[in-house]
């Protein structure tokens, strides 16, 4: 039996089971999944939500802080936003809110196709989750490889870095290791009360007196 739920701002979501890998294919090719709606599927059970503005507004934040920060500190990074990830081999396959390319960037960035059955996975995917009965995505991203998830809960950010097959939560970041969970949580609530050039400014400032 399908559940639903449905939040007090119109995010909505759908928990399917017994959904076969055929018609997961079938409703990606579909739905184009990416602009406001999300696709998890996990050996069978298929989630299907469709997004806020609660849910889109710190995800574009945290976007903005990795890209910036990986920008500044590293040279290089390659967004995939929410491209789909999924392995049939794994029966498991999801769309992050936003995904982020730094150590294996020269792995990936000349191609205009990926296959993740022999491609790396993102470095860094970023997962905002502010429906409590929403799908528990880690084994998902534990299975596809994603070495380090930053979480936003709608009060604060985790972050959590894969060991073995499971999640360990760290105070800092991997791929960006000046970033702690606390400064990025710092860093998503400044923007609420400044324009973009001068948090952007802020974040660069920062870098500098950090040594970047």
Known sequence: MATLVTTPLAERLVILPSVSWETYERLLAEHNPGRGIRFTYDRGVLQIMTLSTKHDKPNRILASLAETVAAETLGDVLSLGSVTIKREDLLRGFEPDSCFYFRNLDRVKDLEELDFTVDPPPDLVIEVDITT?????????????????WRFDGEAIRIHRLEGKEYQEVQASVGLPLLTASKITEFLESRKSVNLRDWVRSIQRWLRQSGY
Do not use: D, R, Y
């Open 133 to 149: 009965n929403s799908m528990n995505k880690f084994p998902v991203f534990a299975a596809v490889g994603i070495v380090e998830v």
